[in-house]
């Protein structure tokens, strides 16, 4: 034997020592998840056994007290996979989504919750906020921004008549793949994909298939289902869409902008504790006077609260004039937050704080 095949055999040991350590704290860990179960449950038989706050808590001191070689990403996400299969033990949460399957919106609830929760796909952004109001499902993932195309105004709108919370946000980088049964770009006749993920596409379905008609679907997954009926056309859409729906990737990354990313909300029944870096996001309404964002503006500026989002919409109520959706930085617990927003509570007719959220760690 060789002094390498020697080594090599010395390590697969030290390797298969350290599973059996990694696997007896992982289980030791499993107990203690089990035993704050016992305790949420004495204290309250109502417990919210999720808390997003905790959970955003322990994957930044992953992330920040990782030693390498592993990117702290990558720690993060396994310690991510761990925590999800410990609260799994406490409570199996079903968590409705924007599908079908295969959307990104479903790859950004595993992101957010790990692999271990069920996901339940619903057809419509409507019916995400339905199923999770009804109880039918504990949370709900909706998308809400995309970095190149803006808001996305439907979930915005729901909002407006909906009791639920916002209890977190997830980012994803959106990389989109051109699907189909075709082998060459030339016989490609029409191009299916969400509006959204078109217009992020724009440039290259300008420069490389200028001669396919783009037709827009309820969804990316959708668009891949209808790509697999017609060999003489695509869907823009996920890599786990190709998988799903049996397509060839036959252009990777083809979105106009690196950086596209979309941010997604998690909507629930109740809302988060501070976890120490936190948004808030409120819906604020005035009436049409002069000066009136203004004033709606300031007492964020006099309590040093910084502002990272303002949307106005139209109200779709004939009292309220303007609707604006506000993310500041911050939970309504902190006291500079809770001073700004008392102050505003006396200027504006609405004031509604749709949820204060840990911020993304993943
Ligand atoms: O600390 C808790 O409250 C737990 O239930 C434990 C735990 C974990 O595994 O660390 C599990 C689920 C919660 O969402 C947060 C954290």
Redesign the pocket.
């Known amino acids: 034997m060789s002094q390498d095949q020697d080594n090599l055999g010395k390590i697969r040991q030290r390797i298969d020592a350290l599973d059996g350590q990694i696997m007896e704290l992982i289980s030791q ?2 107990d ?2 089990q035993e ?2 016992r305790i ?1 449950r004495d204290e309250d038989p109502e417990a919210e ?4 706050d ?2 955003a808590q ?1 994957l930044r001191r992953i992330h920040s007290e990782n030693p390498g070689p592993l990117d702290a990403e990558e720690m993060a996400r396994l310690f991510r996979e ?2 999800s299969a ?2 799994a033990l ?1 409570q199996q949460l079903e968590v409705a989504y924007l599908g079908p399957e295969g959307t990104f919106t479903q790859a950004a609830a595993l992101k957010h919750f790990g692999h271990s929760v069920q996901t339940r796909a619903m057809t419509a952004i409507e019916e995400v906020f339905r199923e999770v109001e009804s109880g039918s499902a504990h949370y709900g993932v909706v998308p809400i921004e995309n970095s190149t195309e803006g808001v996305v105004t439907h979930t915005l709108d729901r909002f407006m008549q909906s009791p639920l919370v916002i209890c977190g946000e997830v980012e994803l980088r959106i990389h989109h793949q051109l699907l189909s049964h075709a082998t060459d770009l030339g016989d490609i006749q029409k191009v299916y994909s969400h509006q959204q993920s078109l217009a992020q596409c724009r440039e290259w379905l300008d420069s490389r298939l200028s001669q396919a008609e783009r037709l827009s679907l309820a969804s990316n997954a959708e668009a891949a289902k209808q790509a697999a009926k017609d060999p003489q056309s695509a869907a823009i859409a996920s890599a786990a869409a190709a998988q799903l729906y049996g397509l060839n990737i036959l252009a990777s990354n083809i979105e106009d902008s690196p950086d596209n990313t979309t941010r997604f909300l998690v909507i629930g029944p109740r809302a988060s504790g501070p976890s120490g870096q936190d948004k808030t996001s409120l819906l604020i309404s005035a009436h049409n006077r002069p000066g009136s964002l203004h004033g709606l503006l300031s007492p964020f500026a006099a309590h040093d609260v910084s502002l990272t989002r303002i949307e106005s919409r139209p109200s779709h109520c004939v009292n309220w004039e303007y609707v604006f959706f506000i993310d500041i930085e911050g939970h309504c617990q902190d006291a500079k937050v809770a001073a700004a927003l008392s102050e505003l509570r006396a200027q504006a007719d609405l004031v509604r704080v749709l949820g204060s959220y840990p911020k993304a760690v993943l």
């Open positions: 860990r499993a203690c998840a704050v179960a949420k056994f999720y808390r997003p905790r959970e322990v761990i925590m410990c609260l406490e």
